[in-house]
């Protein structure tokens, strides 16, 4: 049973980036790519005991020492966009299929970001900006029902 200040502290999200130019980055084990300009959605989970706020925190600010692959793309883009939803499931799973069936979108990089589950990536691509309402009505249509509260933080 989950009590709902702690579900509170947890939660899913998709980061989105903008990568002002093409670049190669090199994202740790993973090697060296070239990332297209564009936009970059990245899903991800904060279900620890850190929660939901700290692991926001930590992709607002580029990391100094790297930890996740995203933090290497994090390094050269803008952080631009933040959906999220505080809750204890764990729907980074469905959010990653949603992002596949949005106009435009297009898994990125095999592995990146989902090293620990069996989705392809948790990174994909956009030559524009992803649209929020659209995530929303393909993530309604999935689910069968209205989904959970998700919030858009837009960032300067």
Known sequence: MHSKSTDEKKGTYII????????QIEVGRLGKFRFTKGYYAYVGSALGTDGLQQRLSHHIQPAENPHWHIDYLRAHS????IWFTKSFEKLEHIWAKILTKMPGGNFFLTGFGSSDCKCISHLYYFGSLPCFQNFMNLLQMKLRREPQKIERLLVN
């Open 16 to 23: 989105i980036l903008h990568l002002p130019e093409e670049k």
């Open 78 to 81: 803008r952080l631009v966009e």
